[in-house]
């Protein structure tokens, strides 16, 4: 029987084998079989050891994360007028984001409560027990439906323009927002009140080339 080799025949081959021969030829097998199988073992003890780490460094971001306010919320608003019986509402929502990731929210409500000017301030008891001032003269409500998002360390205005009666002397703002799924940490709502005396400014006049 011709094995493939030039001038080799089976016989010729096992005739030519010692047990020497053969021991040797398992040891170096055994050999190559024990490297390469610590060659996986060891690309096996890397790839957990680098999970491990990326577990761990997921965790402490997001430790980090929670322990550093995700958003920042604030408000300014300014008044123009009156005109014709109404005064111009400029009120700003800034948001900025102080935290990692991306936040996204799906929709903004703006609450403006007046009071008017002459009117006697009175107290309610509200739901968490306090007394608080009564806004109850007029009522603005608003509310934008649309998903939108801050990028870590970006600081971001929402405007509303709007409009009150000319006798309204004070007002509070309340706004509340709706976090989405993808950017939500903790509770899905966030909300913020501001009160504002309503001083009116000038606005500024186009002034014309000579």
């Given amino acids: 029987m011709v094995l493939g080799i030039e001038g080799l025949?089976?016989?010729?081959f096992i005739d030519g084998l010692t047990w020497d021969k053969v021991f040797a030829a398992a040891a170096w097998a055994l050999v190559f079989?024990?490297?390469y199988a610590l060659v996986v073992f060891q690309s096996w003890l890397a790839r957990l050891e680098t999970a491990r780490k990326d577990d761990e460094d997921a965790?402490?971001?997001?430790?980090?994360r929670a322990l550093v306010p995700r958003?920042?919320?604030?408000m300014a608003c300014?008044?123009?007028?009156?005109?014709g019986g109404k005064i111009i509402v400029d009120l700003q929502l800034i948001a900025?984001?102080?935290g990692q990731t991306i936040r996204g929210f799906t929709s903004i409500k703006f609450d403006i409560y007046g009071m008017r000017t002459g009117e006697q301030p009175t107290l309610y008891s509200s739901r968490d027990g306090a007394n608080r001032l009564r806004f109850q003269d007029q009522r603005i409500s608003e509310e934008t439906k649309y998903v939108f998002s801050i990028e870590p360390g970006i600081r971001q205005v929402f405007p509303l323009i709007t409009l009150i009666d000319a006798d309204i002397k004070y007002v509070i703002v309340?706004?509340?927002l709706k976090a989405a799924q993808w950017g939500q940490a903790g509770s899905p709502w966030y909300g913020e009140q501001r009160f504002f005396p309503v001083n009116c400014e000038t606005a500024p006049t186009a002034t014309k080339n000579a």
């Fill in 59 to 64: 965790k402490m971001q997001e430790l980090q």
């Fill in 174 to 176: 309340k706004i509340e």
């Fill in 96 to 98: 900025e984001n102080k």
């Fill in 71 to 74: 958003t920042q919320f604030d």
């Fill in 9 to 12: 025949t089976w016989d010729k």
């Fill in 78 to 83: 300014r008044f123009y007028g009156p005109e």
């Fill in 33 to 35: 079989l024990s490297s």
